[in-house]
Antibody, heavy 125, light 107 residues
Framework: EVQLVESGGGLVQPGGSLRLSCAASGITFSTYRMHWVRQAPGKGLVWVSRINSDGSSTTYADSVKGRFTISRDNAKNTLYLQMNSLRAEETAVYYC??????????????????WGKGTTVTVSS | DIQMTQSPSSLSASVGDRVTITCRASQSISSYLNWYQQKPGKAPNLLIYAASSLQSGVPSRFSGSGSGTDFTLIISSLQPEDFATYYCQQSYITPWTFGQGTKVEIK
């Protein structure tokens, strides 16, 4: 069974740090790009970051650039999100997701086809 | 960044109704458009990818269409388990962006 399980969420003070993990099973983790997406309470989905299959290329939303770091350990089938200088408005459920694709070459289409259940991050004093 | 705008933001419908949700991109995204369903307290679930391709295991009452800037998700006959929030999302360019969501409620 394909499964992604996030962990590491919790309560942190503004300005603090937290590292989220996403453990993958049932997939060949090292062949997939992976994403983090967050959702503030009662709000919509917001894309946070993406990493390529070998970890050599990363992309971030402008709102987290310079403060968050996405990484992966393919030997451990685990994705990470290091979050520093956290703000109250970053209180959210954080999801990891696998990037699937359809098609080939320049017309390949991408999507997030496997999601974890999420881990809750609360930034509050 | 590409802005994705969904309409309506919410709607009330009855079981058996045909439901249409639209999504507009702020610039052309070809067919790089995906649709997700999310139920309260649950992770999003992929319904449609590449604007019109049905994800494996998704009922055929869901369909998607469009290209360029205008896209549509149709539920041909609403079922009780379809009451949820639906999001469009572009994968044309990073940062990937989502629409604000459309909440489908029971009339």
């Amino acid at each position: 069974e394909v499964q992604l399980v996030e962990s590491g969420g919790g309560l942190v003070q503004p300005g603090g740090s937290l590292r989220l993990s996403c453990a993958a099973s049932g997939i060949t983790f090292s062949t997939y790009r992976m994403h983090w997406v967050r959702q503030a309470p009662g709000k919509g989905l917001v894309w946070v970051s993406r990493i390529n299959s070998d970890g050599s290329s990363t992309t971030y939303a402008d709102s987290v650039k310079g403060r968050f770091t996405i990484s992966r350990d393919n030997a451990k089938n685990t994705l990470y999100l290091q979050m520093n200088s956290l703000r109250a408005e970053e209180t959210a459920v954080y999801y990891c997701a696998r990037e699937g694709y359809y098609g080939s070459g320049s017309s390949r289409s991408y999507y997030m086809d496997v999601w974890g259940k999420g881990t809750t991050v609360t930034v509050s004093s | 960044d590409i802005q994705m705008t969904q309409s309506p933001s919410s709607l009330s419908a009855s079981v058996g109704d045909r439901v249409t949700i639209t999504c507009r991109a702020s610039q052309s995204i070809s067919s790089y458009l995906n649709w997700y369903q999310q139920k309260p307290g649950k992770a999003p679930n992929l319904l449609i990818y590449a604007a019109s391709s049905l994800q494996s295991g998704v009922p055929s009452r869901f369909s998607g269409s469009g290209s360029g800037t205008d896209f549509t998700l149709i539920i041909s006959s609403l079922q009780p388990e379809d009451f949820a929030t639906y999001y469009c999302q572009q994968s044309y360019i990073t940062p990937w962006t989502f629409g604000q969501g459309t909440k489908v409620e029971i009339k």
